[in-house]
């Protein structure tokens, strides 16, 4: 059974700064590129920040300079480290995995909430 569950999110001020994670089962996670993505009250989701199986990364603009994705497929786990938050980052966030050779092969957590009050 495949799960992807997220922890980390919780309510800050803005410039604080939080760890998101997302923890695999069910996936040979090392097949899978790995990305965050984020979802406003009302707004489109939009992709936050992507890494690929060789470690190279990409970033929404807004995002960069600010926050770090990091994957250990030791542990089957992917990261968000999100610093100098700002009231704009509030939104659900959602851990993503693509299997780069079965594209098709789509997996999404549950999501966790950030909210950065001003």
């Known amino acids: 059974q495949v799960q992807l569950v997220e922890s980390g999110g919780g309510s800050v001020q803005a410039g604080g700064s939080l760890r998101l994670s997302c923890a695999a089962s069910?996936?040979?996670?090392?097949?899978?590129?790995m990305a965050w993505y984020r979802q406003a009250p009302g707004k489109q989701r939009e992709l936050v920040a992507l890494?690929?199986?060789?470690?190279?990364?990409n970033y929404l603009d807004s995002v960069k300079g600010r926050f770090t994705i990091s994957r250990d497929n030791a542990k089957n786990t992917l990261y968000l480290l999100m610093n100098s938050l700002k009231p704009e980052d509030t939104a659900v966030y959602f851990c993503?995995?693509?299997?780069?050779?079965?594209?098709?092969?789509?997996?999404w957590g549950q999501g966790t909430q950030v909210t950065v009050s001003s």
């Open positions: 993503n995995a693509k299997h780069d050779f079965v594209p098709s092969t789509m997996h």
């Open positions: 890494i690929n199986r060789d470690g190279s990364t």
């Open positions: 069910g996936i040979i996670f090392s097949l899978y590129t």
